[in-house]
């Protein structure tokens, strides 16, 4: 018959939550286990018709990865806007390290990666919105700006050097946060 999907609410007697887990990255949000041992769901809690489940989730996932695509475009951002205000304030035989070449191509090539990948973004929300079908062009989203979050993670603790690997700077936190988007 296939898989069917369920609401489960938490208050179903044997549902519970595991212990919240200690994670690398985007701690401020919550994850745990969630632990069912004999719980009974009412047939009125169905979502959608019997057998029918695992479309509901691939559904899900499609408007999820436009989700984690913005998430990595946040991030992206961030690392872009870290880098580039640190390039400006540090000086080097008395410049900002700014004016120096190998510093701007550091900071177009991140640009452009998150540029690209955000409009990937667009054109998946756009077809999303127009309910055209666009599950290839939210894997496409997700896979590029997942990756230009990591890189301009990467590049702005490049651009910062030393001080990028310390937690006082957000560089830092950017590059431990651009790594979950590329596992969802």
Known sequence: KGISAFIVPHSSEGFSLGAKEDKLGIRASSTANLIMENVRIPHENLLGEPGQGFKIAMQTLDGGRIGVAGQALGIASASIDCA??????????????????????????????????????????????????YTREAAMAKLAASEAATMCAHQ?????????????????R?????????IY
């Open 84 to 133: 580039a205000k640190y390039a400006l304030e540090r000086k080097a035989f008395g410049k900002p390290i700014a004016d120096l070449q190998s510093i701007q191509n550091k900071l177009s090539a991140m640009v452009v990666a998150r540029d690209s990948a955000r409009l990937l973004t667009w054109r998946a929300a756009l077809m999303k919105d127009n309910d055209e079908k």
């Open 156 to 172: 702005a603790i490049q651009v910062l050097g030393g001080m990028g690997y310390v937690t006082e700077m957000p560089a830092e």
């Open 174 to 182: 950017h590059y431990r946060d651009a790594r979950i988007t590329e």
